[in-house]
């Protein structure tokens, strides 16, 4: 295709490049600032949508590279983020928006990382102390896209919370690349929640399972749950489905298309913002291009 991939930030910086999308796990904000404030600008899926999770100092890191750079920062979040889209777009039918609800409801089990899904609690004793905040911390991400849609809808929150239940496996569970055993965490259903006052306004949260011995609290819909209430309901489920002829097991390889191009479709319009922090409340609508 002509566009390089690299992990080496100087190489990238010598290409004089427009934009790069970078991808790791979780952004280093001594890269961001490197990349930025050379006058790149940066589309990402790591864990970034408004930058909320960094600390004050460090993001405003980020808005002087921006400044200094005449550059933009735009992440859409890796869970994906395009689904805050839908949400939002949803809620533009609506008379009244009592909240926005997203929920991930996925089996996980092809998602090899042991250490990721132990974080996020499977595998563990569901008594563990300090579990509960471990899955908050690891999933943080999901608040700053609540946080995103509650600005998108003229909401200005006063709270965040996080909330979380565990379910046991009722049998072991061999997955290959990790184990589950009977009595240990193989559901996992959280939400972090914006309020304004005492009303839930905004949620983006997860009912995933690890393996078939485990009942979770509400059954899987195997896709993004796209929840609106108010004047009138709206809902939708997005399904990540395999296109005729792919033969891989498990699918993962489509997550990660699907998780990625929103943010790689997004470099136009990245470019073309202002310079600072911008999330998909800012932006045109991203779409692909046709195959022609």
Not at 114 to 132: I, K, N, R, V, W
Not at 191 to 203: A, E, L, P, Q, T
């Amino acid at each position: 295709t002509g566009v390089q991939a690299t992990n080496d930030i100087d190489a990238l910086l010598a290409l004089s490049a427009d934009a790069c999308c970078y991808n790791p796990l979780w952004p280093n904000v001594d890269e961001l600032v490197r990349l930025l404030e050379s006058g790149v600008n940066v589309c990402s899926s790591a864990a970034w949508i408004t930058g909320g999770k960094q600390t004050p100092q460090d993001r405003q890191r980020i808005v002087d590279a921006c400044e200094r750079g005449r550059s933009t920062m735009f992440g859409s979040g890796a869970h994906p983020g395009m689904t805050n889209l839908v949400g939002m777009v949803l809620s533009g039918s609506c008379e009244r928006v009592d909240e926005i609800r997203i929920t991930e409801s996925v089996d996980c089990s092809t998602y090899e990382s042991a250490a990721t899904q132990t974080a996020m609690g499977f595998s563990q004793d569901p008594e563990t102390p300090g579990l509960a905040e471990s899955v908050r911390r690891e999933s943080e991400v999901f608040a700053e896209s609540a946080a995103m849609m509650a600005d998108a809808i003229g909401a200005t929150l006063d709270k965040t919370t996080f909330d979380v239940r565990f379910t046991a496996a009722t049998a072991d569970t061999d997955l290959g690349f990790m184990q589950i055993p009977a009595g240990t965490v193989g559901s996992v259903y959280g939400y972090h929640r914006g309020w304004v006052g005492d009303r839930n306004v905004v949620s983006v949260g997860f009912n995933w399972v690890m393996g078939d011995h485990v009942t979770p609290p509400k059954p899987l819909e195997h896709g993004h749950v796209i929840q609106v209430f108010g004047m009138p309901n709206m809902r939708t489920v997005i399904h990540c489905l395999p296109p005729k002829g792919w033969t891989e097991p498990g699918f993962m390889g489509l997550g990660m298309i699907y998780t990625a191009m929103p943010v790689t479709n997004a470099v136009p319009a990245v470019v073309a913002a202002k310079p600072g922090i911008v999330t998909l409340a800012d932006l045109p609508p991203i779409t692909g291009r046709a195959a022609v």
